[in-house]
T-cell receptor, first 120, second 112 residues
Framework: KAGVTQTPRYLIKTRGQQVTLSCSPI?????VSWYQQTPGQGLQFLFE???????NKGNFPGRFSGRQFSNSRSEMNVSTLELGDSALYLC???????????????????FGEGSRLTVL | DQQVKQNSPSLSVQEGRISILNCDYT??????FLWYKKYPAEGPTFLIS?????DKNEDGRFTVFLNKSAKHLSLHIVPSQPGDSAVYFC???????????FGKGTSLLVTP
């Protein structure tokens, strides 16, 4: 079955602009998580959505926002871009969420290839 | 504040030998631990996981060991193969936390 699809794969923006990134999860997966990867900080959690509800949010400023649609597709938005926002943004999907549950969910996340954002 | 730490940014091992990647964590509420592998230009892929109720989990050439008292886990790859060359991320989660906390990764190079 098709994997996690992220668009666009690469984009260049200038400071002050905004950007919207899109993620289509694996069919049947209801949980979508977003992570930011930078060389200095590794993978940092942005937020997680399940059935259109944000269940958790990482320590990022309010310029970072997201949403999930009824078909489980998700978008994240970054407003007033700063140079430090340059990063690889990774989306990951899972059946129920990234933590182990009583149903035996392994917590495995399936990652997309990421959207590489460069802010000039 | 980095709650999951991988203190070795890189590791080089000869083919056929054992690779040992280490990971330390600070949050005692973590109860589930995972290893992900990442090749350049690809997203991370799940490798192996372990619950806090266990101290060892094995899957083929990959074994993860968990020492809860030391808040330490390690990934053993035996025997190492050139195709194992990648960045390995350690991750941890609290039950119902809905987030994985990742380390910064260790770049493994397996030389022929």
């Amino acid at each position: 079955k098709a994997g996690v699809t992220q668009t666009p794969r690469y984009l260049i923006k200038t400071r002050g602009q905004q950007v919207t990134l899109s993620c289509s999860p694996i069919s049947g997966h209801r949980s979508v998580s977003w992570y930011q990867q930078t060389p200095g900080q590794g993978l940092q959690f942005l937020f997680e959505y399940f059935s259109e509800t944000q269940r958790n949010k990482g320590n990022f400023p309010g310029r970072f926002s997201g949403r999930q649609f009824s078909n489980s597709r998700s978008e994240m938005n970054v407003s007033t871009l700063e140079l430090g926002d340059s990063a690889l943004y990774l989306c990951a999907s899972s059946l129920e969420g990234p933590t182990q549950t009583g149903t035996g969910n392994t917590g495995e996340l399936f990652f997309g290839e990421g959207s590489r954002l460069t802010v000039l | 504040d980095q709650q999951v730490k991988q203190n070795s940014p890189s590791l080089s091992v000869q083919e056929g030998r054992i690779s040992i990647l280490n990971c330390d964590y600070t949050n005692s509420m973590f109860d589930y631990f995972l290893w992900y592998k990442k090749y350049p230009a690809e997203g991370p892929t799940f490798l192996i996981s372990i619950s806090s109720i266990k101290d060892k989990n094995e899957d083929g050439r990959f074994t993860v060991f968990l020492n809860k008292s030391a808040k330490h886990l390690s990934l053993h790859i035996v025997p190492s193969q050139p195709g194992d060359s990648a960045v390995y991320f350690c991750a941890a989660s609290e039950d119902s936390g809905y987030a994985l906390n990742f380390g910064k990764g260790t770049s493994l190079l397996v030389t022929p």
